[in-house]
């Protein structure tokens, strides 16, 4: 039975309000609206003493007031799911924010809720290709699993997280479907997104949810949410295999720690929210795979002045199979996709999971740009010339493999003028496997640099 009752706003704090309630207390997450104007709403964040709570205000404050009269509806934000958010683009409520017609369905969820049967989890791994030869070999995709991008401001984590959904969607329309929860970024990237998926036709399988930058962070921390209620609903009533993006987690953290400033809440050390810890599990323990189908989730996370032991970061990673680390000198070299993959790890290169030929030739791979790495000073200083003709030929293989994984995404055609390649796990295996072995020592090196497999080489 819902819980109705009438409270009335004692404080405002920028977009968090406190209310008294002298009758019935509301739940945690219950919805509140203002008496005067039902389109107001609020949602019960915490309590701020034995009777006044703290809510967040999910849209213009400028009509607020103490004393203003808010109702209880004693229920939860609901999120409204079903074949007919597949192609929109909408905002925490469902609402639609594409300029199309009004969303027709009659089901809604819970924008919270607690990932109970644990006992209904699948713990099969299963990778998923994703065409691209940096990720594949060097942190394949678990089906079902989480992949972070970290990297700092405009090093391509958005654009690599588009190719990837574009990559995965395309190739398998009937049985999987993609979400994306935009949270904290530009409304420009959101209508960039929109406009690659639409010319790659994967948008009529996709649904993007929005809280972008310029909204409150109340709407930025509950667009993940509601993103996480529609891939759940595809998941366990469609038996849809769902890929997961949010663009950026980093960002989800940012607003968790604006309300728990506006709340007065006490910081740790570190200065994030104490709550941090908390709020992530909330958020990803709900992106599992069962045995209806999966949820396979790849998150872009902003790495603040490029510090990876961020404690805002730091707290992402616990959750994450595969840990993608972009490098801003390779982006600045034009290496794109940027990855460094000496930083990139993964939990699934293991032989067991990938096989011994994939696990000996990325581990190869790693080690021929590790002796590379150490040879750089010395060339920086005396030239190449000066190495043993030992030294010389893995600093050399060291650039192909650099250059080999470097390629054309399809969703930048328009940009770069070049088509984009897909490349299969196996081909990128194998001509790994020539490259460490010295089969294309007579190669120069910049013959390398944005192709798809080494077949697509000519020699003059």
Do not use: W
């Not at 219950?30 to 003493?49: A, K, N, T, W």
């Not at 609903?233 to 604006?258: H, M, P, S, T, W």
């Not at 002796?371 to 200083?381: D, F, G, M, N, T």
Request: a negative charge.
């Amino acid at each position: 039975m819902d819980r109705v009752s009438i409270g009335k706003i004692v404080s405002i704090k920028g977009q968090v309000v406190e209310v008294v309630f002298k009758d019935l207390k509301p739940a945690p997450y219950d919805q509140l609206y203002l008496e005067s104007d039902p389109d107001i709403r609020f949602e019960v964040y915490s309590s701020s003493g034995s009777n006044t709570f703290y809510c967040l205000t999910l849209g213009r404050t400028n009509s607020l007031f103490r004393g203003a009269k808010v109702v209880n509806t004693g229920r939860p934000i609901m999120f409204p799911v079903g074949d007919g958010m597949l192609g929109r683009v909408v905002d925490i409520f469902g609402r639609p924010i594409d300029a199309g017609k009004d969303i027709e369905t009659n089901i809604e969820v819970p924008v919270h809720r607690n990932n109970k049967n644990i006992n209904n989890v699948n713990t099969k791994v299963e990778i998923a290709e994703t065409g691209i030869k940096a990720i594949d070999v060097f942190a394949p995709l678990a089906k079902g699993g989480k992949m972070g991008l970290f990297g700092g401001a405009g090093v391509g984590k958005t654009i690599l997280l588009t190719e990837i959904l574009h990559n995965i969607v395309g190739r398998d329309k009937e049985k999987t479907v993609s979400i994306f929860a935009g949270v904290g970024e530009r409304a420009r990237e959101g209508l960039e997104l929109y406009e690659a998926l639409k010319d790659s036709q994967v948008m009529d399988r996709s649904s993007l949810i929005f809280g972008p930058m310029g909204e409150n962070p109340a709407v930025r921390f509950l667009a993940a949410f509601s993103a996480a209620s529609l891939a759940e609903y595809f998941r366990d009533q469609k038996k849809k295999d769902v890929l997961f993006f949010i663009d950026n987690v980093y960002r989800f953290a940012q607003a968790g720690n604006e309300l728990s400033t506006m709340t007065s809440t006490i910081p740790s050390e570190d200065g994030y929210q104490p709550t941090l810890e908390s709020e992530m599990a909330d958020f990803h323990e709900r992106l599992i795979a069962n045995q209806n189908a999966s949820i396979s989730t790849i998150e872009a996370i902003y790495v603040p002045a490029d510090d990876l032991l961020d404690h805002g970061v730091q707290t992402i990673l616990p959750y994450l199979e595969s840990v993608i680390v972009l490098s801003r000198r390779m982006y600045q070299e034009g290496l794109l996709p940027a990855i460094d993959i000496i930083s990139t790890t993964s939990t699934l290169l293991n032989p067991h999971i990938v096989g011994d030929m994939h696990y000996e030739t990325a581990l190869n791979a790693k080690a021929v740009i590790k002796q590379a790495e150490s040879l750089e000073r010395i060339v920086s200083l005396v030239g190449e010339s000066e190495l043993s003709a030992e030294d010389q030929l893995s600093f050399r293989r060291a650039r192909k493999i650099r250059n080999y994984m470097t390629q054309n995404f399809f969703v930048a055609e328009s940009q770069r003028g070049q088509k984009g390649a897909y490349v299969n796990l196996r081909t990128a295996i194998e001509d790994l496997r020539g490259i460490i072995a010295g089969k294309f020592d007579h190669v120069p090196e910049e013959k390398f640099r944005f192709i798809g497999s080494l077949s697509e080489i000519k020699l003059s």
